[in-house]
């Protein structure tokens, strides 16, 4: 499967301890996406890399969240201190740099669980 | 306002329907207008895309823009009970920040066998 990969799956953890996922895009794409979604709503953005580079953080990603992409390959988020709010489904998208309408391709997503 | 806004249903339709979803939206820098496709506890995936005015059909989908009325819409003929999902209506604008991508909150459609 060449498509984009997430890890894990699943996360459900306590309020207050630090989580990371990992996203894995496509192999030649060179921009990579994170995106958060609530139930019952659209993915928000959340931040984007154009290869190690992250060129815009949305005011949704608090301090408590950073992101990474070391050598313009894979990407990890980590939220530390999770809050109940923090509850989502997070979404990994990847796409080439190119004009047009430069097609996001979307992982299966981390589903995040703060009790 | 949200900038895109969606009806978010439930939606049920008998095999056979026309379905037609709807979305509108307020930014008239939006020059992309997409549709997606997910399935309970997947990501999203690209139906068809639109740039600017005007309609575009494959096969039994036809996505259709009105930017005068800020107005667009997909068109499901025939469905089946495979195109039970969720659809996701998906805005971006041209230049600076063309790589973003503003989401309806999507329609939940159940097509009954």
């Known amino acids: 499967d060449t498509g984009v990969s997430q890890d894990p799956r699943h996360k459900i953890t306590k309020r207050g301890q630090n989580v990371t996922f990992r996203c894995d895009p496509i192999s030649e794409h060179n921009r990579l996406y994170w995106y958060r979604q609530t139930l019952g709503q659209g993915p928000e953005f959340l931040t984007y890399f154009q290869n190690e580079a992250q060129l815009e953080k949305s005011r949704l990603l608090s301090d408590r969240f950073s992101a990474e992409r070391p050598k313009g390959s894979f990407s990890t988020l980590e939220i530390q201190r999770t809050e109940q709010g923090d509850s989502a489904m997070y979404l990994c998208?990847?796409?080439?740099?190119?004009?047009?309408?430069?097609?996001?391709?979307f992982g299966p997503g981390t589903r995040l669980t703060v009790l | 306002q949200k900038e895109v806004e969606q009806d978010p249903g439930p939606l049920s339709v008998p095999e056979g329907a026309i379905v037609s979803l709807n979305c509108t939206y307020s930014n008239s820098a939006f020059q992309y207008f997409m549709w997606y496709r997910q399935y309970s506890r997947k990501g999203p995936e690209l139906l068809m895309y639109?740039?600017?005015?005007g309609n575009k059909e494959d096969g039994r989908f036809t996505a259709q823009v009105d930017k005068s009325s800020k107005y667009i819409s997909l068109f499901i003929r025939d469905s089946q009970p495979s195109d039970s999902a969720t659809y996701l209506c998906?805005?971006?604008?041209?230049?600076?920040?063309?790589?973003?991508?503003?989401f309806g909150k999507g329609t939940l459609l159940t097509v009954n066998p």
């Open positions: 998906a805005m971006k604008k041209t230049g600076g920040s063309n790589y973003k991508l503003t």
């Open positions: 998208a990847s796409s080439l740099a190119q004009t047009g309408v430069n097609e996001q391709f």
């Open positions: 639109t740039y600017s005015s």
